[in-house]
């Protein structure tokens, strides 16, 4: 079991640093996947699950999950209160299970394999955090000499980062 610190966050990718260090997919204190330089493996907080090495890996599919909200922290935390407030003081509804949310990898052998991962807000993500994951793990997935992007994921994490906050030319 490897123990790893969080060293940086963006949307739903976090930066693990540590004896394996690795870009983490979802919540690391729950289901997440890390995806490292040899391949893809599924966690329960430090506890490892599956594993599927690059080389076997076709296509993979993120099935994030986008709120509306600037931030999803304040979808977690106002979007309650004012339900709370409205339903008079009665929780409406309460949550039965925790949320996950799908991905999806295709082995070299057309075999799917399906992890539930959790998310870090029950809202979702922003848009442009989830579309930035996704475009990251489908540049990996088709280019395996980037994969070496992931053994300083600290780095990789801050120029996506960087990316994300830059306004784009527009007419150039």
């Known amino acids: 079991m490897d123990s790893a610190t969080i060293s940086r966050r963006q949307g739903p990718l976090s930066a ?13 204190a729950v ?46 935390t106002v979007w309650p209160t004012i339900e709370g407030l409205l339903s008079g003081g009665a929780a409406t509804e309460s949550l039965s299970e925790t949320p996950t949310f799908p991905f999806r990898l295709t082995t070299g052998q057309s075999d799917v394999v399906e992890w539930p991962l959790t998310p870090h807000y029950l ?15 489908d540049y990996l997935v088709a280019h395996p000499d980037a994969r070496v992007l992931l053994a300083q994921p600290v780095a990789l994490l801050e120029r996506i980062t960087a990316l994300l906050r830059t306004v784009p030319p527009i007419g150039r």
């Not at 693990?16 to 690795?22: D, H, K, N, Q």
């Open 16 to 28: 693990l640093e540590g004896t394996a260090p690795a870009l983490a997919i979802g919540d690391v």
């Open 31 to 76: 289901r997440h996947v890390r995806l490292d330089p040899t391949g893809i493996s599924l966690h329960f907080a430090d506890a490892p699950g599956g594993f599927v090495p690059w080389s076997d890996t076709r296509e993979i599919a993120l099935g994030l999950p986008t709120t509306l909200w600037p931030h999803p922290a304040i979808g977690d």
């Open 123 to 137: 809202s979702g993500y922003r848009r442009r955090d989830a579309r930035a994951a996704t475009r990251l793990v």
